[in-house]
């Protein structure tokens, strides 16, 4: 009889991470080796128990599922993956691309049952090296965001964002060096476009960059961000518990 199947689930929400082992618990041949709710925590759990594939969710707070791989990648751990992520954006243009699984939220029965047996018959590939190294590549470093605003359009890199705040339904952008822009998109569609960089949502009208965290005061509720121009915001009772636990 062969191997179970060792999985490794990765989400930074319980209920997504409860709802996946509850899901495979009646899988022939399937074992849950574990469950992560972020990059350090799987990290950990992968060199501990080194199970055969992981499922992974693509956003998740300070570190997303890529920064994952790519950690893994670098030590020589190549596991299978399964990404999974609740909208379908740029990333997954690099998945299907470099022939890896994914799965969009929420996941039903039969879909993950259908990527498990597909995982089941391909996990021979002698392939894996590269098609990790063309996922890596395919999501690039430098790569700019076209943002739409009143009269054309700019493109900019994530990694010069500073903050995003809401101004109705547009967002003001708050750049690196000082420099404000207003784009025609709202808070969430924002928040949607840069779920692969290391953004946080810290209240209903605001995303940080943790690139630019200084201070967090939490008696006060808020944080400070770096850059040119240095700014203070007000950090929500319910995010700013999570925004410690990841910090």
Known sequence: MDKPISVLIV???PQARDLLEMLLDPMKDVE?????????QAMKLVMERNPDLILLDIQMPVQNGFDLVKQLHQRGLDQGY??????????????????FDYLLKPVGPRELENAINRYR????????????????????SGRK??????SGFLLIDPEEIVCCTADGNYTRVLLVNGRQEVISSNLGALELMLQNNRF?????????????LV????????????????VQLKVARNRLVKLVALL
């Open 145 to 150: 965001l076209k943002l739409n605003t009143r």
């Open 200 to 212: 946080f949502r810290i209240s209903r009208s605001a995303l940080i960059n943790f690139k630019y």
């Open 82 to 99: 399964i990404f999974v992520t609740a909208f379908e954006e740029f990333a997954i243009d690099a998945i299907k691309a470099s022939a």
């Open 11 to 13: 989400d930074d929400e």
């Open 32 to 40: 849950v080796a574990g469950k992560a709710e972020n990059v350090a």
């Open 215 to 230: 201070r967090v005061d939490t008696r006060k509720g808020t944080c400070w961000l770096e850059g040119d121009t240095g």
């Open 121 to 140: 018959n391909s996990r021979e590939d002698k392939l894996l090296n590269e098609r990790i190294d063309l996922l890596l590549g395919s999501l690039g």
